[in-house]
């Protein structure tokens, strides 16, 4: 079965740092691009960007750009999502999904869990 | 920036709701493929329609989708309970100045 697992919760103070995961299961990691998703409490949406595991290419939203960092460790198989400083609107659940090879302009499955980060002082 | 999306329709079991996404001519216009999403309240995201029409092994076939110029739909013929849930288009986007991909802005159905 593939799928992908998220860390735990998170609460932060702002200022602080985070690195949050993503761990891939049941196929090859190398082959399939992470994306990471924002959704702010009770908000809809938002693609962050994504990353190619195999030659650690990435692409980040403008919106984000700058504020957080994507990276993979193909050894074990998992994608992470950092902030050097976190905000207090930062706070959002944040999902990985994986996006198919399938087709150009594929949709993501599956999709993490959530990790839930709060910020707050 | 987003797809445009209703924020909420309601329908009784049975019935039939249509979501609509507009887009522009640098996503859907453009021909891009629009993918669906259904979040079931206090999960995560689940794909449900992809490539404009086609259905993953184990969605229902009241689940459908179409695709005309700068638009799309997602279709829910006979209404069921475990129905209600936030719905959410997605699309690839050539602008240059935005995101490579751009959601929905979402729509809450609600069964009455």
Known sequence: EVQLVQSGAEVRKPGESLRISCKGSGYSFSNYWITWVRQMPGKGLEWMG??????????????????????VDKS????FLQWNSLRASDTAIYYCARQTTLATY???????????????? | SALTQPPSLSGAP????????TGSSSNIGAGFPVHWYQ???????????????????????????????????LAISELQAEDEADYYCQSYDSSLSGALYVFGTGTKVTVL
Do not use: M
Request: glycine share 12%; with cysteine; charged share 10%.
């Open chain 1, 106 to 121: 594929g949709w993501v499955d599956p999709w993490g869990q959530g990790t839930l980060v709060t910020v707050s002082s």
């Open chain 2, 39 to 73: 979040q079931l309240p206090g999960t995560a995201p689940k794909l449900l329609i992809y490539g404009d029409a086609n259905r993953p092994s184990g969605v229902p076939a009241r689940f459908s989708g179409s695709k005309s110029g700068t638009s799309a739909s």
């Open chain 1, 76 to 79: 074990i198989s998992t994608a």
């Open chain 1, 50 to 71: 994504r990353i190619d595991p195999s030659e650690s290419y990435i692409n980040y939203s403008p919106s984000f750009q700058g504020h957080v960092t994507f990276s």
């Open chain 2, 14 to 21: 049975g019935q039939r709701v249509t979501i609509s996404c």
